[in-house]
């Protein structure tokens, strides 16, 4: 790692090195930089920080037997004789040793931010610019103010570009990471309802996504989605116009037409200023065509052709939990259950709607919607009935209100039918019965039957979906999972598989 020896350390982070052996080499570059002692190698700097169920301070002799360099830490357990860095605070220490390493490299950052899509956005980006470059990406969920300052420690000189997702959820994270981060290009996927307990409305995420410009390299772009309607408006971002696309053909690059094979994905021709290419996108979901042009920016800015650009979205696959499409012998399972907002919902349904097969949304709580989240569940439930879901099934605490919307919308669906009964009959015996018949006590059978299914079902926890689970899934269904990660429904998708 370039220039990052123990005495750039001292000095980065302003802390006391305290070692009993003077023979070190004090000006040696570190090999790593990791804050798990299981994951240090010859040469490493271990990074102890304290977290909620353990202290790295304790790995500390352990992370020195497996050969790291130094130790960056808040105290110096007894008996540790290793070259040891104490520090105020470490994972403040960890963001600086970060920010000084960037300014090290000479490589090309893509920062990618945005309420939806973020994660697919980066997949898409950073196969496009494998046809051309040496890229490195952040993995799993490592884009917070813990995982980017680590992803960025793992950037190597091979290396040409970096791909580097952030994700926040106040108001002044983004500037953070974007010190950290240095972007050459920050794309940005919309504007959405997520985080609004800190946040407050879209108006806040608005400014608090827009933070990743403060940092932005003085040459550096700006890729904005032209079809929210809060990026759209953005016509500066440090003195240079953004780069728009969109599905508006006053945008530059922006798709030319589009022909969806359902579950099998999508093919569509694109224009990308005076190019036009056509380019095949392996997974599901029209909303992925934004991923697609997303991609297409960003590679348009680092200089791709659009052979170039059409073959790294060939090869795009799909991240477990993301709109993965999953086929056993029984069932097909949209995993998309990492993480979840009504924007997201809405899509994953619309997703689920394209499948020909009995179709099952099980849906759970979203975390961090402020004060609307009654009203934001109930949107959703509202929504799977406008879909035409087949089963909708409710988890957890807030998905009761996913499951109160969809009854009321199901009741208001039942009334009009009914009134446009009543407007051609004049039986008022005839017509009290049916409406008797079409109870909506949501004690009993609510909605329209599937079989012996109840249309829209609730059950307060996990356990008690699972106790039901043969009751509510029946081969050749095809099924969404979906809720915030803190549901972790995951756990519903393995019980699926093994349906």
């Known amino acids: ?51 909620e169920r ?111 997702e952030m994700g926040i959820s106040d108001f002044g994270e983004m500037t953070r990471l974007s010190k950290m981060a240095r972007p050459d290009v920050a794309v940005i996927t919309n504007i959405g309802q997520c985080h609004l307990e800190n946040l407050g409305d879209r108006d806040g995420v608005l400014s608090a996504k ?29 003195g240079k116009k953004p780069i728009f696309f969109g599905s508006n053909k006053d945008v530059p690059i922006h798709p030319l037409s589009i022909q969806t094979k359902g579950l099998f994905g999508s093919e569509c021709s694109i224009a990308c200023y005076d190019e036009v290419f056509n380019i095949k996108i392996p997974l599901p979901g029209i909303h992925r065509i934004y991923n697609a042009l997303a991609a297409i920016s960003v590679g348009h800015v680092l200089g791709l052709t659009g052979t170039e650009m059409a073959a790294g979205i060939g090869k795009i696959s ?57 009203w934001l569940h109930e949107s959703v439930g509202k929504y799977a009935i406008r879909k035409e879901i087949d089963i909708l099934c409710c988890i957890g605490e807030k998905g009761k209100y996913i499951y109160e919307g969809a009854v009321e919308e199901e009741k208001q669906n039942a009334d009009s039918f009914l009134n446009g009964i009543e407007k051609h009959l004049n039986d008022n015996d005839f017509m009290t019965e049916l409406k008797n018949t079409m109870s909506w006590n949501a004690d009993e059978v609510v909605g329209l039957e599937k079989g012996e299914r109840r249309k829209i079902q609730y059950y307060a926890t996990k356990e008690e979906f699972f106790a039901n689970l043969k009751n509510v899934i029946r081969p050749k269904d095809a099924v969404l999972v979906k809720a915030s990660h803190g549901m972790h429904f995951e756990e519903i998708v393995e019980r699926l598989k093994e349906f």
Do not use: W
């Open 1 to 51: 790692m370039k220039n990052i020896s123990i005495d750039n350390l001292i000095r980065i982070s302003g802390g006391i090195l305290s070692c009993t052996d003077r023979g070190i080499d004090r000006m040696k570059e570190a090999t790593g930089v990791c804050i798990d002692s299981r994951l240090v190698e010859e040469g490493f700097i271990f990074v102890a920080t304290k977290g």
């Open 54 to 164: 353990t202290d790295g301070h304790e790995y500390i002799a352990s992370a020195f037997q497996k050969g790291a360099m130094a130790v960056i830490c808040e105290r110096v357990p007894e008996g540790v004789n290793g070259p040891c860095i104490k520090v105020k605070d470490s994972l403040v220490a960890l963001k600086d040793i970060a920010e000084f390493y960037r300014k090290q490299l000479d490589i090309k950052v893509v920062g990618i931010t945005g309420s939806v899509g973020k994660t697919s956005a980066k997949e898409f980006i950073a196969a496009v610019l494998s046809e051309k470059y040496n890229v490195l990406k952040t993995e799993g969920n490592f884009n917070n103010e813990i995982g980017l300052p680590l992803t960025i420690c793992r950037i190597r000189p091979e290396h040409e570009v970096a791909v580097l």
């Open 210 to 238: 827009t933070e990743i410009f403060k940092y932005l390299k003085a040459d550096g772009v700006a890729c904005l989605c032209a079809d929210d309607d809060k990026l759209s408006l953005i016509g500066d971002v440090n």
């Open 318 to 374: 799909a991240t477990p939990g993301r709109g993965n499409v999953i086929r056993t012998d029984k069932l097909t399972i949209l995993d998309d259950c990492y993480n979840a907002n009504p924007i997201s919902m809405n899509s994953a349904l619309d997703l689920l709607a394209l499948s020909e097969d009995t179709k099952v949304a099980v849906l759970g709580d979203m975390f961090e919607l402020g004060s609307n989240e009654i």
